[in-house]
């Protein structure tokens, strides 16, 4: 090979690791340049989306759960505890939700309270912040040095009314309660009401009434005072609607129409309606006038054994059964006991009465 076609070639492999090396480097600063911006969208995203959900959580040093919105059983969480008007209303109520897993203690009860320190507190935030963090907030917390939580007995005259209804249909079974009057008691604010209570008494009032109500004030006192008025009481009740002897049995007679059942007002009644149970297994212990109320003192059993009548005695259990003639010794209804003459040898046993003829030793 001449010198001169030597140098050609040398001259063109040069020239051509030039190119590639032009091109190897081109490459890799493309690739450079690609991952440069993937990172720096990616830290911008990062930045914006921390920005948007990043807020201060403060912890409320004095907490009243006594309104309506509070219930009053389950545990007591952290939600119920902290200021959401520094949360951002689009984040707000997720963040409660999630809050709200956390609990803190049992929910007081009204008039007893709950005093959490800041070392306790610090410990229910970190797994409150674990749960935020996982979705996606980030959140710096303001934890007072105590924080107390009270279940105070709101008092207003719409509640008032509604604990006297309570406990007056609690005396009054089945009954309707009507206020005629009401002097509502003269206290201080309901804002110095920590919780209230009525000391009611085991009966019912017969019209007129007279309770104490016991205040507990926010500054530690107690005051007690009365709230009098007029109350009626109605109930659907059985009404003779004809006489009616003793001895009649109920049931029938209310569905042949001897009973109806009206509306009545029975707020000076000393005894309660009988029901329907009572009815279906009663009779008349007395002769009844026309529109008088069956009361439950009017009604007693029906007598299905009387003495001297024959009686089946049986007993056994659950695969086997043995039974024995008798002679009843006495009087009873289904469910009383009665004692039985049984066999020749004059033997008296006593057994439970299960329909009419039948007595089961059980």
Not at 262 to 286: F, Q, Y
């Amino acid at each position: 090979m001449s010198g001169l076609a030597f140098r050609r070639i040398l001259k063109l492999k040069t020239e051509a690791s030039r190119s590639a090396r032009r091109v190897r480097s081109r490459g890799l600063t493309a690739i450079g340049l690609g991952a440069f911006l993937v990172l720096s969208m990616f830290a911008h995203d990062l930045a914006n989306a921390q920005s948007g959900i990043s807020f201060t959580i403060a912890i409320r040093p004095m907490v009243n759960i006594g309104s309506s919105e509070h219930p009053e059983v389950g545990d007591l969480t952290l939600s119920e505890i902290i200021d959401t008007k520094t949360i951002a209303a689009a984040q707000r109520e997720n963040v409660v939700r999630l809050l709200s897993a956390v609990a803190l203690s049992d929910r007081p009860l009204v008039g007893e309270g709950r005093t959490f320190t800041r070392e306790g507190l610090e410990t229910v935030v970190a797994e409150a912040s674990r749960r935020l963090e996982a979705a996606g907030y980030s959140v710096e917390w303001r934890i007072p040095g105590r924080s107390h939580v009270l279940r105070r007995n709101e008092f207003s005259q719409e509640a008032l009314l509604s604990a006297l209804r309570v406990e007056f249909e609690r005396r009054c079974e089945r009954c309707e309660v009507v206020f005629r009057r009401m002097d509502l008691p003269k206290v201080v604010s309901a804002d110095d009401v920590a919780s209230w209570r009525l000391l009611m008494r085991a009966e019912r009032p017969r019209g007129s009434f007279a309770i104490p109500i016991e205040f507990d004030l926010v500054n530690g006192k107690k005051r007690t005072t009365n709230i009098s008025g007029q109350v009626e009481f109605y109930a659907m009740v059985p009404v003779a609607t004809r006489a009616l002897p003793s001895g009649a049995k109920l049931e029938e007679e209310l569905k042949n129409g001897s009973l109806t059942i009206e509306r009545r007002n029975i707020t000076h009644a000393m005894d309660v309606a009988a029901s329907s149970e009572e009815l279906a297994a009663g009779v008349a212990a007395r002769a009844l006038s026309p529109g008088e109320v069956i009361w439950r003192g009017v009604v007693r059993k029906e007598q299905v054994v009387r003495f001297g009548d024959p009686i089946r005695v049986r007993t056994g259990g659950e695969t086997w059964s043995v039974s024995i003639d008798g002679i009843a010794q006495g009087a009873a209804a289904i469910g009383e006991t009665v004692r039985v003459r049984v066999g020749s040898g004059q033997k008296v046993i006593s057994g439970v009465v299960k329909e009419r003829g039948l007595v089961e030793i059980e």
